[in-house]
């Protein structure tokens, strides 16, 4: 028994000491990616909020529907900032639509595009000729100054729109 210690110790101490002369080579990386599987639409306009949802729905027979403000945390340490968020669903292809105030109470969500007043947000499948027409349907709104599409991609705050 004594033996069986005595030797634990001696390899122990020959591991510490020669664990002090090794070295890792092999290093493995975790690299995380987010997935954006959304579509997004820059949308410039001098409207509120509420107004340029009635022309939406109008213009584009949608039926947006106002939801609980997005909270996001911008500032580390502080209170959350609130977004104004409108909600419609597709229900025949379920295509999620979302339009979201880029100004919020504090700051903005995307602050990169800070010309954009609010995103149009599109969630699950949407066909590459519905999204031409929907950007083109929104640029003939009069009071609509530009309809951009945005490759989340390359915006740097994007973790903001994921919801």
């Known amino acids: 028994m004594y033996n069986l210690q005595q030797n634990f110790i001696?390899?122990?101490s020959i591991c510490i000491f020669t664990g002090a002369k090794v070295m890792i080579l092999n290093r493995k990386f975790?690299?995380?990616e987010i997935d954006l599987d959304f579509v997004l639409i820059a949308v410039t306009t001098s409207l509120k909020?509420?107004?340029i949802c009635y022309l939406i729905n109008k213009f584009l027979n949608f039926n947006f529907v106002k939801i609980p403000d997005l909270k996001v945390d911008i500032y580390p340490g502080a209170g959350p900032v609130l977004f104004s968020r409108y909600h419609y669903n597709?229900?025949?292809t379920e295509t999620d639509f979302y339009f979201i105030a880029n100004k919020g109470s504090e700051g903005?969500?995307?602050p990169e595009i800070r010309k954009a007043d609010y995103f149009f947000l599109i969630k699950n499948y949407i066909d590459e000729n519905d999204l031409d027409s929907l950007i083109s349907s929104?640029?003939?709104i009069p009071e609509i100054v530009a309809v951009v599409k945005i490759d989340p991609k390359k915006i740097k705050s994007r973790e903001n729109l994921l919801f």
């Open 90 to 92: 597709w229900e025949t």
């Open 138 to 140: 929104l640029n003939k």
């Open 49 to 51: 909020d509420y107004r």
């Open 30 to 32: 975790l690299k995380f």
């Open 10 to 12: 001696e390899r122990v």
């Open 108 to 110: 903005y969500l995307i």
